[in-house]
């Protein structure tokens, strides 16, 4: 089971700005561990979108934005394309597990 | 650009065992972490098994404890997954991912396109 929450689906017009939520404890994001994200389009592997809380990968655009406080993070998309239909996964590493662990994902929609 | 390509999958009995496999290339695989993920079908990612560059150190999530064994070739430029005692709940795509290691965590920077395990009678 996922111990990080994330909104199952969140949707908005082409342009507009979208956020996605990230909710974790005190054994992950909480305890200072860096928050990752990533991009799964339909039917493909995932891609590594967001790393160190809100760093970019060369290639990843600008539109694409991180950030983490306290025990959640976020990921912010601006100016929706409908390409950005895809899923987004944000991941950490839990200290009680010992081991990564993903969010529940949160499917994004282009109206 | 990194290319890491997965091989293996198939259906097995539950009980069964499999050996998934995934050549690396084009990036000096010797020198970092490399893992191993899974997504059910229609369900989300999950984390399952880490393996440091000299194979000394390895990581797995619960529910594989015991059954998984992950393994690394260095000379070969492959990373392994062997599974035993396969379950139901075992089926999904695996996909082989590379590891950045850093003290703040860790994250998976390349994927694999996945090859898929399915466990069932």
């Known amino acids: 089971q996922s111990v990080l929450t994330q909104p199952p689906s969140v949707s908005g017009a082409p342009g507009q700005r979208v956020t996605i939520s990230c909710t974790g404890s005190s054994s992950n994001i909480g305890a200072g561990y860096d928050v990752h994200w990533y991009q799964q389009l339909p039917g493909t592997a995932p891609k590594l979108l967001i790393y160190?809380?809100?760093n970019r990968p060369s290639g990843v655009p600008d539109r694409f934005s991180g950030s983490k406080s306290g025990t959640s993070a976020s990921l912010a998309i601006s100016g929706l394309q409908a390409e950005d239909e895809a899923d987004y996964y944000c991941q950490s590493y839990d200290s009680s597990l010992s081991g990564s662990v993903f969010g529940t994902g949160t499917k994004v929609t282009v109206l | 650009e990194v290319q890491l390509v997965e091989s293996g999958g198939g259906l097995v009995q539950p009980g069964g065992s499999l050996r998934l496999s995934c050549a690396a290339s084009?990036?000096?695989?010797?020198?970092?972490?490399m893992s191993w993920v899974r997504q059910a079908p229609g369900k989300g990612l999950e984390w399952v098994a880490n393996i440091k560059q000299d194979g000394d150190e390895k990581y797995y999530v619960d529910s594989v404890k015991g059954r998984f064994t992950i393994s690394r070739d260095n000379a070969k430029n492959s990373l392994y997954l062997q599974m035993n005692s396969l379950r139901v709940e075992d089926t999904a795509a695996y996909y082989c991912a590379r590891g950045q290691y850093e003290s703040s965590g860790y994250y998976f920077d390349y994927w694999g396109q996945g090859t898929l395990v399915t466990v069932s009678s």
């Open positions: 160190g809380n809100s």
């Open positions: 084009r990036f000096t695989f010797s020198t970092y972490w």
